[in-house]
């Protein structure tokens, strides 16, 4: 019996010689049109439900239009009596944002003094933020800044305002001036951070667990995460797992190690329903600046149009 060894070519006809050799020619070419389409997805990936959640990123809008839409959003929330509420930007091109996911960056603005550059003693509203580490990714940080500064790097001149019940508020404002805020951050981060566990967490989730611990007047996360379970229903990333787990390969805050099952995650507007859900939830809203009246006459402020978010 004559033996064939595996890599002989004695069985193989000429014409498919040149068949084989042109595939071996165009190898590298399909893998570097694979390894396109994969960066092509992260790319997708970093546009999505979270991203756009930076500080001190490059402004798109001219710096007095940045100041009065985000004095007339504060002024919008003065009026109705905000001491607390939860605020959202849209950091990413509306375009590129999976469908149901509104904005890329919530945080928590709390009425305060404030004391100026100059020193003077000014009252508005500081915003406690959880933001990505620029130089990795995978990580996050605690910041508080101001109106202005949380819009900066907006690519829409649009504001989510949800105002929770007198109640959640005055336990959000305890919450912060005993500092026990920054017990709820961890600095392991994921866009699309699983809210019902304690692996990753994203700018949203820590605004949800800040919510929840000002409800249940408490701090452990054990505890914060019972409840956030038996109760909130997070928003479903509408993207393929297979997708996703590309897009993890390329780009470090994507994740889905923390998920079994369908993508969920926190977003403002799941936080909206949550809160409405429960009776929890005085105003929700979306800002944006009126098209027709920019400026009113004499402060400075920019007009904004109003719509219900629920």
Not at 12 to 36: D, E, F, K, Q
Not at 244 to 269: E, N, P, W
Not at 271 to 278: D, G, H, R, S, V
């Amino acid at each position: 019996m004559d033996v064939v060894h595996a890599n002989s070519n004695a069985l193989i006809p000429n014409n498919l010689h040149l068949n084989t050799r042109s595939y071996r020619r165009s190898l590298p070419a399909v893998l570097v049109l694979l390894a396109l389409l994969v960066l092509g997805l992260a790319s997708l990936l970093a546009q999505g439900a979270h991203a756009g959640s930076e500080a001190n990123t490059q402004a798109k809008y001219a710096p007095e239009t940045i100041a009065k839409f985000a004095k007339g959003v504060e002024h919008y929330a003065a009026k109705q009596g905000a001491r607390a509420f939860i605020i959202g930007r849209v950091g990413r091109a509306e375009k590129d944002l999976p469908k149901g996911i509104e904005f890329t960056h919530t945080a928590v603005a709390i009425y305060s003094k404030i004391t100026s550059h100059n020193g003077h003693d000014e009252f508005g509203y500081a915003i406690y933020n959880l933001y990505q580490t620029p130089e990795n990714r995978q990580k996050s940080f605690l910041m508080t800044d101001y109106p202005v500064d949380f819009f900066w790097g907006a690519q829409v001149m649009k504001a989510g305002v949800l105002i929770p019940s007198a109640e959640v508020q005055q336990g959000l404002i305890k919450l912060v001036a005993s500092g026990k805020h920054k017990s709820l951050h961890n600095p392991s981060y994921s866009v699309i951070a699983n809210p019902f566990n304690t692996r990753f967490q994203n700018c949203t989730e820590f605004t949800l667990d800040m919510l929840n611990a000002a409800i249940y007047q408490s701090t452990d996360l054990v505890r914060i995460k019972q409840n956030t379970q038996a109760y909130f229903r997070p928003q479903t990333v509408r993207t393929s797992r297979f997708k996703l787990a590309m897009g993890s390969m390329f780009m470090s805050d994507v994740t889905i190690s923390d998920h079994k099952g369908q993508i969920r995650t926190a977003t403002f507007t799941s936080i909206a329903k949550y809160l409405e859900e429960y009776g929890l939830v005085k105003e929700a809203s979306v800002l944006t600046l009126n098209s027709h009246e920019n400026i009113k006459v004499g402060d400075g402020t920019a007009v904004l149009a109003s719509r219900n978010l629920l």
